[in-house]
Structure formats: structure tokens, C-alpha cells
């Protein structure tokens, strides 16, 4: 089946907007030789400087994260509401340094998921497993925890613009990248677990990306695996030139 690629950006804690805005310009303006779906997630304080930048482009505007509720007594939380109010069609859900440093469990995610997708926005779901994990053999039932607790309790038409992103956390910036066959067995398995949770036509249509240390030098590697349906990206996404070749990978 074909997938069209989703090439995705996460600033994380980097850039005021000045410096937001123009890389943002620099991807609109680039070339998108695959005619990939893109993506980039600025600071919650850049959202909507990005957004006015992109407009009328087909770059997707992303939050990193936010919370489940709507509005109330929740300082410092951002609502799903209010990212969409700033211009974000998109949301990503368990990254890694949400799990880990910020208590982000399955089960918060599972209401942080169900509250985004309540607003019309898309879901860039994050699982992956940490070393210690990959090490003593859990990695896949790791991720089927992650899948099943996070995405429990919703239909495949509430899903139809999910992305997953696997993302084993012993190659987020850390300059391991997992090898293109990790990645691909990882891939095949995550479509098993969709495949035995939902259907297979949904295991199928739903794209996986992989990330992780992906640079401009092993992104082809990665692409050219069959499971492989796109990226998302952290250091080099900061960087224009780097994401513009990374959008611009070679088949
Ligand atoms: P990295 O980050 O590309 O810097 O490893 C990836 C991510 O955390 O999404």
C-alpha cells in the first residue's frame, strides 16, 4: 500500500520566534522533491508566528504537547483548544522526554489524545523503548503497552489521521541511530499490534515514523525501508539546510 512520506520536525526547547519564523520561511520556500507531508513543532510561544508564516503553505503546524483538560485551574497547561487557536493542526503525544521527565504515562496520554483529537487536531503518537528495555528483550511488548494504554477506547475513524513515531529512546539525541533493520523490524511489529488491535486495512494506512538521531547522511537508509513511512526529526531539524535534504531524501 502506498503511504505518502511524513517528514517531521521537533524543535523542542530551541529558537525565540524571530529565529522560528525564518527557519519556517526557509521550509515553505524549499523544495519537496517527494512530495512529502511536513511537519514542524515550535515552542508553544512561537505556535503562532510559525502558523502565520506557513499560511496558505502545506507545512504542518504542530504543538509538542499540551494537556487534556479544557480550560480551568491549571497553571502553566496549555489546552488543545488553544494550540488549535494558535494555529496548530496537529499535536505530538508521548514523546520520550514527556515520559520521562515529565510523567507523561499511558494513561494521561490516553486523555490527552482523546481531548486533541475532540478538537479536529492530528496526533503524532510517540512510543519507544529505553536501553535497559531493547537489552532485556522488552522492546516490543514495551511498545504494545504504549500502544494499547494510549490509544485504548477509540475506532479506527477516530484514528484516521493518526502517525506514530518510534522512537527508541537510547537513540534520541544521543547520535545512535538505530540501523534501518532495527527500524524495520520495529515497524512490521507496530503494524502487527495495530493489525491485532484495530484491522489491517488500518495497520496499513497508518503511517510510522522513525526517529532518533536521523541526519542527512542516514535518512535514505532509513526511507528505503518498506515500514518506514517518514521521519521526525530533532537536531537536524533546526537547522535549514539539514531538514530541507532530509525533506529531500533520496529513494
Ligand atoms: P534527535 O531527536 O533527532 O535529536 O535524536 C529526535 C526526537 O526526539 O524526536
Redo the contacts with the bound molecule.
Keep these: 500500500m502506498a503511504r505518502k512520506s511524513f517528514i517531521?520536525g521537533?524543535w523542542?526547547m530551541h529558537k525565540t520566534i524571530a529565529e522560528s519564523k525564518a527557519l519556517a520561511q526557509a521550509i515553505k520556500e524549499a523544495q519537496n522533491k517527494n512530495n512529502a507531508d511536513i511537519m514542524v513543532a515550535p515552542v508553544f510561544t512561537s505556535l503562532n508566528a510559525v502558523a502565520e508564516v506557513l499560511k496558505g503553505s502545506n507545512v504542518i503546524v504542530s504543538a509538542q504537547d499540551c494537556f487534556y483538560e479544557e480550560k480551568g485551574a491549571f497553571t502553566s497547561q496549555i489546552a488543545p483548544n488553544q494550540v488549535k487557536d494558535a494555529g496548530a493542526t496537529c499535536v505530538?503525544l508521548g514523546?520520550?522526554?514527556r515520559r520521562s521527565l515529565f510523567g507523561d504515562t499511558n494513561e494521561i496520554l490516553n486523555k490527552k489524545v482523546k481531548a486533541v483529537l475532540a478538537q479536529g487536531l492530528r496526533v503524532v503518537y510517540?512510543v519507544g523503548e529505553t536501553l535497559q528495555e531493547r537489552e532485556s528483550e522488552k522492546t516490543i511488548s514495551v511498545i504494545q503497552q504504549q500502544i494499547e494504554g494510549g490509544l485504548k477506547g477509540f475506532t479506527t475513524q477516530d484514528l484516521k489521521d493518526l502517525v506514530i513515531?518510534y522512537?527508541p529512546v537510547w537513540?534520541?539525541?544521543?547520535?545512535k541511530?538505530a540501523t534501518p533493520e532495527q527500524a524495520q523490524e520495529v515497524h512490521k511489529a507496530i503494524r502487527n499490534i495495530l493489525e491485532q488491535k484495530f484491522d489491517k486495512d488500518f495497520a496499513q494506512q497508518v503511517r510510522i515514523l522513525y526517529?532518533?538521531?536521523?541526519?542527512t547522511d542516514n535518512v535514505d537508509a532509513i526511507m528505503a525501508k518498506e515500514d518506514v513511512d517518514g521521519v521526525?526529526?530533532?537536531?537536524?531539524?533546526l537547522v535549514a539546510e539539514q531538514f530541507i535534504r532530509i525533506i529531500n531524501y533520496n529513494k
Design positions: 517531521a521537533n523542542k505530538i514523546h520520550s522526554e510517540c513515531a522512537e537513540a534520541i539525541g544521543t547520535g541511530t526517529g532518533g538521531s536521523v541526519k521526525l526529526v530533532g537536531g537536524q531539524s
